[in-house]
């Protein structure tokens, strides 16, 4: 009972009684940071300065300056280019939960066990091979073009129901594989402990891997999520007019690429804070894990 | 006779590691596996809990034949109760809810209605400040306990205990020991797969030797220790105690 005390002591004199200044490695790595944060800054400037001089001195640049960078064009077209975003933005509101869930199905079909439910297994592994092996323009143009040409009244011609389901349909392929990525990292010991209990199958799937493994693949669902987020563009090939497509309406009109450039930064405010929070969240779950 | 093992045979692939186990286990009785690592113990006691089908040979609980493949294995589960070396239990859900799954979904009765029965083994297990914590915020030996409370919920008439106090640092293995004990003292029949030599002589009714997949000896844990008749009984002693 005395070690407790013995020990405290002298661990708090010591720390009353002598001041640490910086030691010498510590002295040391401060100097080599200050050195590397030099070499970076210098050679940062220097690319840069080269990029500022040496670009505009090539034969075709006032032209490229003129068709991409032009001042009037961007700002005449920035507002709309705007508007027409936000019906990406809807397209992928809607598309996220459907993928999200679907992928479950896929996921949990592909999983079964009972041979009864083999051709859903089937079903799940002909359906990744097809919609992972298939370009998602491709399944844009024959979902977006083939379907509507069954003569189907309106509003079930519409472009927007067809291309998205054809997004939908593609991304639920690597979202299902993200979820059994997770299904299968979840430790054989949590099935036993939960089967030794007696619970049934879909019960130990619903109450004790699922939420785990759900858990664990958020982070890399988010990355498909991004990709969408560019991804739902594409529909613009079959007819609705996002920003990709109005951006190419006004490039037609003002014979002028700068527009393009506008939905390129449009995108870059979405995607780079989103892609920034993903990796974070990606990063704390593995210190969580380690 | 509560459990009745004859002639189990479990094979992974080539390699066999059941070869023709025979035990029997009476009512309220305490049996411990003793043996060196990969003799068989955690493997017969998953065979018992039907979480490996086995090759060969006969389980009877009760007189009823739960290796029959045509039994439904999960009502059978629900009377054998089985805690793990590792605890295993459910990291996302606090203890209360580790404990009132099971009874959840196989009872079919509420949260509410099963509560009292969980916080009454919390209580007798001194863990009744511990129910709302998740498995991360508990230390090991509680940890390990709340899965013997989460097994006990589902009112088992066989306990089996793989290794459940190697993974735990020293000083909390008494712990675990003690509830052990309790069980023993209400008459649970318990099967224990154990390194603690110790503590299968002091409780223990029967100890069995495994070596290479066969019980070589078996016996009180007065004569097994004290006087093993197998040469490579003696041997396995000299090496642990």
């Known amino acids: 009972m005395g070690a407790p005390d013995r020990q405290a002591a002298p661990a708090g004199a010591g720390a009353a009684g002598r001041e640490f200044g910086p030691s010498r490695r510590e002295l040391r790595e401060r100097r080599e940071r200050r050195r590397s944060l030099l070499i970076a800054a210098v050679s940062t400037a220097l690319t840069i300065a080269a990029i500022v001089i040496l670009v505009p001195m090539t034969p075709g640049w006032e032209r490229v300056q003129k068709a991409f960078f032009n001042e009037g064009v961007f700002l005449k077209t920035f507002p709309k280019l705007l508007d027409a975003f936000w019906l990406d933005v809807a397209m992928f509101l809607w598309c996220a939960p459907l993928i999200a869930l679907w992928g479950l199905v896929l996921a949990l079909m592909r999983d079964a066990r009972s041979p009864a439910l083999y051709p859903l297994k089937l079903f799940a592994i002909l359906y990744s091979d097809l919609f992972r092996g298939v370009p998602v323009i491709l399944v844009i143009y024959l979902i977006g073009f083939g379907i509507p040409g069954l003569g189907l009244p309106r509003p079930w011609n519409s472009p927007y129901i067809w291309g998205t389901v054809a997004l939908v349909l593609s991304y639920s392929a690597y979202v299902a594989e993200v979820y059994r990525a997770g299904i299968e990292s979840i430790h054989e010991s949590q099935r036993a402990a939960a089967v030794s209990l007696g619970l049934s199958h879909g019960d130990v799937m619903r109450f004790v891997v699922l939420p785990q493994a759900i858990r664990r693949v958020i982070p890399a669902a988010m990355n498909n999520l991004i990709s969408l987020q560019k991804d739902v563009a594409l529909v613009s090939f079959i007819g609705p007019v996002e920003i990709f497509r109005q951006a190419g309406v006004y490039k037609s009109l003002y014979a002028n690429f700068t527009p393009y450039v506008g939905a390129a930064l449009i995108f870059l405010v979405v995607t780079v804070p989103a892609t920034r929070a993903v990796d974070r969240m990606i990063a704390r779950q593995q210190r969580r894990q380690s | ?241």
């Not at chain 2, 070396?85 to 509420?110: C, D, K, W």
């Not at chain 2, 190697?166 to 712990?175: K, R």
């Not at chain 2, 495994?210 to 009180?220: F, K, S, V």
Request: aromatic share 6%; net charge negative; glycine share 8%.
């Open chain 2, 1 to 241: 006779m509560k459990l009745e093992i004859t002639d189990l045979w479990k094979k992974f692939g080539a390699n066999v590691v059941c070869k023709g186990i025979d035990l029997a286990v009476n009512e309220g009785e305490m049996v411990c596996l003793i043996g060196a690592s990969g003799s068989g113990k955690s493997t017969l006691l998953r065979c018992i809990n039907l979480l490996e089908p086995v090759d060969d040979g006969r389980i009877l609980l009760d007189g009823l034949e739960i290796t029959d493949p045509e039994q439904d294995p999960q009502p059978i589960r629900q009377r054998i109760g089985m805690v793990f070396q590792s605890y295993n239990l459910f990291p996302h859900m606090t203890a209360l809810e580790n404990v009132l799954l099971a009874p959840r979904r196989i009872t079919g009765r509420s949260r509410a209605e099963l509560r009292p029965m969980a916080e009454a083994l919390f209580e007798r297990f001194n863990l009744a400040d511990r129910m709302t914590h998740y498995p991360d915020q508990m230390s090991g030996g509680q940890q390990q306990r709340v899965a013997i409370i989460r097994a006990l919920a589902m009112k088992p008439e066989v306990m089996l205990f793989d290794e459940v106090t190697s993974a735990l640092d020293p000083e909390l293995v008494g712990e675990v020991l003690d509830v052990l004990r309790a069980l023993k003292a209400e008459g649970m029949t318990m099967i224990l797969a154990t390194h603690e030599m110790g503590f299968a002589r002091e409780v223990a009714d029967k100890v069995c030797f495994l070596d290479a997949g066969r019980i070589l000896e078996e016996g009180p844990p007065e004569q097994l220790f004290e006087r093993p008749r197998e040469a490579r009984t003696a041997e396995f002693l000299s090496r642990v105690l």
